[in-house]
T-cell receptor, first 113, second 112 residues
Framework: DSGVTQTPKHLITATGQRVTLRCSPR?????VYWYQQSLDQGLQFLIQ???????AKGNILERFSAQQFPDLHSELNLSSLELGDSALYFC????????????FGPGTRLTVT | GQNIDQPTEMTATEGAIVQINCTYQ??????LFWYQQHAGEAPTFLSY????GLEEKGRFSSFLSRSKGYSYLLLKELQMKDSASYLC?????????????FGRGTQLTVWP
């Protein structure tokens, strides 16, 4: 158990819908990262937050947005969903104050039908 | 940007030794990580190298050569449970603190 929690574990929804994925980092970690992993793709970095502020953006679509709240949990919002958005979405956390390993949550498996 | 290259697939037999290579090109290398990921599960941290040389951790070792932009993960006494994807990730000095760039992973299959 990495100490990072993600909910829900599975999500099935229809095209055009909107969903919210939630992540709670390890105790003491200030940085949260979101990744997307499809069957035919590697781990794609989406976005990073540090202590409530956006720090880095990767291959995140405009239909996706995220935020980190004062209690440090984070949410990833996916809207106007398409079939191609079906993937595993991982959240990871780290202290963010040095070059330290990221601890990954169990992921949310999103299926868009 | 960052360019990280590792083989797509490898196979080996139980009890054997396997070496998974990773080459990278970054504008400002600042550390390399190896992660293990079983199918459908979260990646888990295996090792971190920032200086040249070999880091040993039980059956797993990781080597780094900064001048060659090269690392390898060495797995000894392979077990069936080592069948997984192995991800190489680098930290770039120009990137934000903590952000890693991941390779596409090497899928290792261990046969009995």
């Amino acid at each position: 158990d990495s100490g990072v929690t993600q909910t829900p574990k599975h999500l099935i929804t229809a095209t055009g819908q909107r969903v919210t994925l939630r992540c709670s980092p390890r105790s003491g970690d200030l940085s949260v990262y979101w990744y997307q992993q499809s069957l035919d793709q590697g781990l794609q970095f989406l976005i990073q937050y540090y202590n409530g502020e956006e720090r880095a953006k990767g291959n995140i679509l405009e239909r996706f947005s995220a935020q980190q709240f004062p209690d440090l949990h984070s949410e990833l919002n996916l809207s106007s969903l398409e079939l191609g958005d079906s993937a595993l979405y991982f959240c990871a956390s780290s202290t963010g104050q040095g070059i330290d390993e990221q601890y990954f949550g169990p992921g949310t498996r999103l299926t868009v039908t | 940007g960052q360019n990280i290259d590792q083989p797509t697939e490898m196979t080996a037999t139980e009890g054997a030794i396997v070496q998974i290579n990773c080459t990278y090109q970054t504008s400002g290398f600042n550390g390399l990580f190896w992660y293990q990921q079983h199918a459908g599960e979260a990646p888990t941290f295996l090792s971190y190298n920032v200086l040249d040389g070999l880091e040993e951790k039980g059956r797993f070792s990781s080597f780094l050569s900064r001048s060659k932009g090269y690392s390898y993960l060495l797995l000894k006494e392979l077990q069936m449970k080592d069948s997984a994807s192995y991800l190489c990730a680098v930290h770039d000095r120009g990137s934000t603190l903590g952000r890693l760039y991941f390779g596409r992973g090497t899928q290792l299959t261990v046969w009995p």
